[in-house]
């Protein structure tokens, strides 16, 4: 899978040459045409889970965006999250897609304990809530239409009513999620606390997370979710595409929401390191960051290209699934039941909306999360979000890559927030109607009616 070296050894060719006689065969000034000092490392493995938004690492290598950066490159899909986790921590694996939960759960020590950085963000939405059939033919008499089909979004209130009914004939409700630290797991139990039911409760001596639950939530990997599903193991899941989409294929399950409609434009995957890794390999880092910027910043530049990157995506050895599969979300629509595809242009946002930005009001965000359902079991005050987020995000290396992007001509100073201070600001477009301010992460895990609040203790 990894290309060729020859190709990089031609570049470092032609560079070196027109670093001795003064200009390039297309005539620019030697100023221009000198290399900056190369990769540390050059030979590089990255890992990635089979879901769609795995796209920049892999547009990233098919169009040769790390060759550009002198980097040789091989992609290689990992079975589950943990698995990748762990070969990114013993270094079978240089940096890997995670979820962006991954590099904060392993710092503070919640499962693996692991020093992980990140300076990178693949992507905005991607994710949605999927329920079998049997659970759908009882939810969709509850909910309201609109011109003739269900009115979107479908809140968990609905579904509340179909959950009392089965705890009363002593039948439990089960869900899918990813990982512990997955966004799916946050976004999952973020709809159904919005809803009024409990997703459970994460406490040391039950690391399931189901204590006072209404709804089992178990891991299942994301390829095996429609499968899982259909066999009744599970009764619905929330996983990112093209999972979703299969199961409307296949005619297994049908997705009742999106994550763009829980929390508007909400971040996804990040590009992980260990670290020690980045501390060694400063260059490469900032290399990687540059192949990965322009992979999004084509992906989002226009229809065409997402066409092209859901051929890329289907090949067997990426994500694997049908190209009108991968299609039916990547290029601005979403099908929900069978038949009912609506437009949903901002379901995956690879660059527009400074998506790639490492911001840390991000982070604080999955530490309430991680804290509102007992992952993290003591309260802490503001500043020590603060701090972890520091830690483990890197704009510092993002924008060493995006100027110097900037300065060959590749992008442009507006592409980027230059000048922000790593915090969004208050942020609304969540279903429950609730703000978010990252700045004060204590007071808005107060706001919520299910959940720990600040100072509680499961």
């Known amino acids: 899978m990894s290309k060729s070296s020859p190709s990089i050894q031609r570049r470092r060719f032609i560079a070196g040459t027109t670093a001795v006689l003064g200009t390039s065969a297309l005539g620019l000034p030697a100023a221009r045409a000198q290399k900056s000092a190369p990769p540390e490392k050059e030979v590089l493995k990255f890992g990635f889970i089979k879901l769609t938004d795995c796209a920049p690492l892999v547009v990233a290598y098919e169009k040769?965006?790390?060759?550009?950066?002198?980097?040789?490159?091989?992609?290689?899909?990992?079975?589950?999250?943990?698995?990748?986790?762990?070969?990114?921590i013993d270094g079978q694996l240089d940096g890997a897609h995670m979820l962006a939960g991954q590099p904060l759960g392993a710092t503070i020590g919640f499962g693996t304990k692991a020093d992980i950085v990140t300076a990178f963000s693949m992507d905005l939405n991607g994710n949605g809530i999927t329920v079998s059939n049997a659970v759908?033919?009882?939810?969709?008499?509850?909910?309201?239409?609109?011109?003739?089909?269900?009115?979107?979004?479908v809140k968990a209130d609905a579904l509340k009513k179909v959950v009392d009914k089965w705890k009363g004939q002593g039948k439990p409700f089960k869900m899918g999620k990813v990982f512990p630290v997955s966004t799916h797991n946050y976004e999952l139990r973020y709809w159904l606390a919005a809803g009024g039911l409990h997703p459970g409760y994460y406490t040391s001596g039950d690391v399931t997370g189901t204590k006072n639950a209404d709804?089992?939530?178990?891991?299942?990997?994301?390829?095996?979710?429609?499968?899982?599903?259909e066999a009744g193991t599970i009764n619905g899941y929330c996983v990112g595409e093209p999972w979703n989409q299969q199961a409307v294929f296949k005619g297994v399950g049908v997705p009742v929401i999106t994550d763009l409609e829980i929390w508007k434009n909400n971040p996804e995957k990040v590009f992980g390191v260990t670290r020690a890794w980045a501390d060694k390999n400063p260059r490469t880092h900032i290399a990687v960051v540059k192949a990965l910027i322009r992979a999004c910043m084509w992906l989002d530049a226009s229809m065409a290209n997402r066409i092209e990157a859901v051929k890329m995506l289907a090949k067997p050895n990426y994500v694997g699934a049908d190209a009108a599969v991968i299609g039916n979300s990547m290029t601005g629509t979403f099908e929900y039941?069978?038949?009912?595809?609506?437009?949903?242009?901002?379901?995956?946002?690879?660059?527009?909306?400074h998506a790639t930005y490492p911001f840390y009001s991000d982070a604080i965000w999955y530490l309430t999360q991680m804290r509102r359902w007992g992952q993290i079991t003591e309260t802490k005050p503001d500043?020590?979000?603060?701090?972890?987020?520091?830690?483990?995000?890197r704009p510092d290396v993002y924008l060493q890559a995006a100027k110097a992007l900037i300065s060959e001509g590749k992008a442009?100073?507006?592409?980027?927030?230059?000048?922000?201070?790593?915090?969004?600001?208050?942020?609304?477009?969540?279903?429950?109607?609730?703000?978010?301010?990252?700045?004060k992460p204590n007071e808005y895990l107060n706001k919520f009616k299910i959940g720990l609040k600040a100072n509680d203790a499961v």
């Open 64 to 88: 040769q965006f790390f060759e550009d950066e002198g980097l040789n490159v091989t992609l290689e899909a990992q079975a589950n999250w943990k698995v990748l986790l762990d070969r990114v």
């Open 215 to 229: 709804v089992l939530l178990s891991v299942t990997p994301p390829p095996q979710m429609p499968a899982t599903m």
């Open 412 to 439: 442009k100073e507006a592409d980027f927030p230059m000048k922000t201070d790593g915090f969004k600001g208050p942020q609304d477009g969540f279903i429950d109607g609730i703000v978010y301010d990252g700045r």
């Open 383 to 393: 500043s020590w979000y603060l701090d972890v987020a520091r830690k483990v995000y």
């Open 337 to 353: 039941e069978k038949g009912d595809k609506r437009p949903l242009p901002d379901f995956n946002v690879f660059f527009r909306y």
């Open 136 to 153: 759908w033919e009882e939810l969709k008499p509850l909910l309201p239409t609109e011109g003739g089909r269900i009115k979107r979004p």
